[in-house]
């Protein structure tokens, strides 16, 4: 396949090419991810989450620009789930994040919710193959984290990065309790905003309650990322986890049960291709035979999987 | 099926039990569905749904208040994905609601992603099939709606009202675009909070530029929620769209999309559990393959489908 031995090659419209058929769904994308697969498991995922309006992007940019000043290489997927119509990618943060579209050594890509088959989450699974196959160093995916679709795209993530900001208002709770065991680390941007040491306080408490702790204590930074200020104390913290999850095999864990639950999906997404195939001509019956109660959904099916699996 | 036929006979702990069943994936649940499906397709769908923070939970409370007070009964689905990890329901709801729960004409229940198979918004569409069957007039799905499954809930909804309120900040925009496409209504809460009109402007611009704009123009309207102000006139809007909707065999291709969708769903739920099933011993050697790179997931998919589709 051309575009799988390009990028493999170097070739940065390649990438481009394969994350667009892996976003759209061509029927390109398997065989691309196919050829992609050998030369994964190199790169190391970031994963940022937190609520809108916390500078996610900003701070994106910023850590980005952290590595590639120790060299490395950088992708970013910036993964926009409140789109479900319009096709997503927010041009905002293609913007905000201007300052390193120039740079060789970042590769930066939007992607939304375009096409309905498969999750945002698989896609996003298989945008990162596609820069860790291209050889990035660090990949990072950056989403806003208040659903269970966000909560599934920040799994590809090695290390996650959960960003708050001070006064989020009402139900930040409910957030905070949704994205309190995803995070491996805090930090708390716009950190010079009143109420910035009360959201730490908050945060500590709410790691005081969680029963699930391991040895491993999330730590709960401050940040201005808009002035680049906390950065690096932030990413020493990046730093640390890694060290802590590459030493006590949690790491190989994580990975483990990433590769079971990819088999899984794309297990899920070719199952429903085929079945939306091979009922696509008779889907108007059974739906009007619903529609008048002559039949229920779950009879149907039981019909349709006895005729479908072996 | 005891649950179902008493439910049917008007029992709200048969009802509860049902929905138990649903949200926890009981066998049993599939069975009582097929003898609750004859009986639905009564009740009107009203989808609340908009960023944290936004007071729905009180719109909600209010909304129903005003439809018991014209002698409809009601049923409450308050749906938080937030917590894939800790079962969801919010406390808070049912204690911001609880004005309601002496109220035997209306019957209130919070849904998380409890258990993991399948997804939230087929287990919400089957609970408010659960209220329809049992009788309920009026049927509010109250949900975050910042994702891709919170959109999804909302499609359960007849008629779906979407709750912002002034000042959210940053990326509110990227909410809006979200979520615009799914108002049939949008309200302004807290609307004596500066900004309200401003933000009311807004709307009428993002909805100026909507390209897929029907007949049917969302109207905006402003409440005060935790006061019960506008509660009459939002009321009102709902009822023209219902309305609407009736008139012009919107609604009825609503429902038929609606039926599809989940005819679908439930297959894909039903040859997932199917195959899982199949595979579940073979499962970790596939991932030991995986990542010693001796095969990729899409060369095994294919194989696993062979094996098990006619």
Redesign the interface.
Known sequence: MEVAKELLAGNRLALSRAITAIENEYEEA?DI??EL??HT?HAYVLGITG???A?KSTLTEKIAKAYREQGKTVGIIAV???????GGA?L?DRIRMNSLTLDEGVFIRSMG?RGSLG??SHKTADAVKALDAFGKDIIIVET?G??????DIVKAADTTIVVLIPG????????K???L?IGDLFTVNKSDLDGADKLVREINMMLDLDSLMTDWRPPISKVIASQGEGIDLLLADVGKHRQYIEGNGELARR??KR??D???D???A???R???TH?SDR??G??EQ??K?ET???????G??A????
Chains 1, 2 share one sequence.
């Open positions: 398997t991810m196919k697969y050998p498991g609520p809108p309006g500078g926009d789930p409140t789109s479900p119509f319009t927010i905002g919710t999750g945002l806003v208040v659903g269970q679709s966000e909560v989020m208002g009402d139900d930040i709770q409910a957030i309790a949704g994205i065991e990975r483990t590769a079971k990819e088999l899984l794309i297990l899920g070719g199952i429903e085929r079945i939306k009922i889907l108007n059974y739906v619903m529609k109660h229920d959904p779950y009879t149907l099916v039981n349709i999987l005729e479908m699996l072996k």
